[in-house]
């Protein structure tokens, strides 16, 4: 019987819909039907992480973002405890290649490796600061200090 219920809400995927429009390739997004709104939303899950449900043409529907490193094939969900599947179409996107001069930008030498992992640390060390940006960034984005002074004037 959970088979054939399965079957039944199997993706009765929407090519359009007002929150976003499916695409059923890696990096994709699919819209899969999983039943009437007779009752509380499904819980859907994609592998451990659970999956947005929303109420869209009376139905509840899940959105899943197709991660960009799938396989074409099948995308496997659980819909409350049932396996659906999702089909994954091939797709080539399209590609710009850069041509980098300096090649120790993409590929630093020694001792711009241990440059950068000595300001790792200091950029690491600035959240415990308690502001999330390290004091250099701080100082060069400082306002101006009449910014921080209240107006002398009465309010209007």
Avoid at 25 to 50: E, H, M, S, Y
Avoid at 62 to 88: K, N, S
């Amino acid at each position: 019987m959970r088979q054939l219920t399965a079957t039944l809400l199997l993706l009765l995927v929407a090519g359009n819909t007002a929150a976003t429009e499916a695409a059923l390739r890696p990096g994709g997004i699919a819209i899969v039907d999983v039943g009437p709104l007779d009752g509380p939303a499904p819980d859907v899950q994609f592998g451990d992480k659970r999956v947005l449900v929303m109420r869209e043409q009376g139905r509840w529907q899940a959105v899943v973002g197709i991660p960009l490193d799938t396989a074409p094939g099948q995308l496997e969900l659980t819909v409350g405890g049932d396996r659906v599947t999702v089909p994954v179409e091939d797709h080539a996107y399209a590609e710009q290649r850069l041509t980098v001069k300096n090649k120790s930008h993409v590929t630093p030498d020694q001792a711009q490796l241990e440059r950068i992992g000595r300001e790792r640390r200091v950029d690491r060390a600035a959240p415990a600061s308690g502001c999330g940006v390290s004091s250099t960034t701080r100082r060069a984005h400082r306002p101006p200090a009449w910014i921080l002074r209240p107006a002398a004037a009465p309010p209007s």
